[in-house]
T-cell receptor
Framework: GEDVEQSLFLSVREGDSSVINCTYT??????LYWYKQEPGAGLQLLTY?????DMKQDQRLTVLLNKKDKHLSLRIADTQTGDSAIYFC???????????FGRGTSLIVHP | GAVVSQHPSWVICKSGTSVKIECRSL??????MFWYRQFPKQSLMLMAT?????????EQGVEKDKFLINHASLTLSTLTVTSAHPEDSSFYIC???????????FGSGTRLTVV
């Protein structure tokens, strides 16, 4: 299996909350990231969490980390059409800081 | 802060020609920069790590003679796709970090189309 796994698609209604899930395999991951990629653009770092944290909140974004299950989630409150994009989960292991990416989840927000 | 500029945004070239892509850190020095390639519907794949003043480190399966990397200054790394072929058509993205810990900043990417 892949090192970082995500479901490929998520469709939500505007105004609802979106939850994008990610699992990873390496328990020595130090940092876990969420990136957003809009069509034709580079990656934008949304947020990251250190492996010794359980939760991080930043405005509409909430990141939850279950280290025991190696599960990371990104919750977007009050999802807007402008949130439609591909969201990549990534991890970096030990001191290398080079992230390993999941395949990305395409979030589709419809009215 | 921590802006990475990548140029060009898109390029179309003929098969057999070479294409150079630039990656610049605008407001910080980067001794290390990273080059990724994105295949359709797949994740980013790390191609190589560009090291200022020394040779790049290539990932397994990436041809170093095909993808030439030069990191001549603390703010500029270039990726040259030599003798490009249609299968080299892809989205190339560079990234760098201003320091240890925290996230990476990515360039906006270069869409290469080889015809």
């Amino acid at each position: 299996g892949e090192d970082v796994e995500q479901s490929l698609f998520l469709s939500v209604r505007e105004g609802d909350s979106s939850v994008i899930n990610c699992t990873y395999t390496d328990s020595s991951s130090t940092y876990l990231y969420w990136y957003k990629q809009e069509p034709g653009a580079g990656l934008q770092l949304l947020t990251y969490i250190f492996s010794n944290m359980d939760m991080k909140q930043d405005q509409r974004l909430t990141v939850l980390l279950n280290k025991k299950d190696k599960h990371l989630s990104l919750r977007i409150a009050d999802t807007q059409t402008g949130d439609s994009a591909i969201y990549f989960c990534a991890e970096s292991i030990g001191g290398s800081y080079i992230p390993t990416f999941g395949r990305g989840t395409s979030l589709i927000v419809h009215p | 802060g921590a802006v990475v500029s990548q140029h060009p945004s898109w390029v179309i070239c003929k098969s057999g020609t070479s294409v150079k892509i630039e990656c610049r850190s605008l407001d910080f020095q980067a001794t290390t920069m990273f080059w990724y390639r994105q295949f359709p519907k797949q994740s980013l794949m790390l191609m190589a790590t560009s090291n200022e003043g020394s040779k790049a480190t290539y990932e397994q399966g990436v041809e170093k003679d095909k993808f030439l990397i030069n990191h001549a200054s603390l703010t500029l790394s270039t990726l040259t796709v030599t003798s490009a072929h249609p299968e080299d058509s892809s989205f190339y993205i560079c990234s760098a970090t201003p320091g240890q810990g925290g996230g990476y900043t990515f360039g906006s990417g270069t869409r290469l189309t080889v015809v």
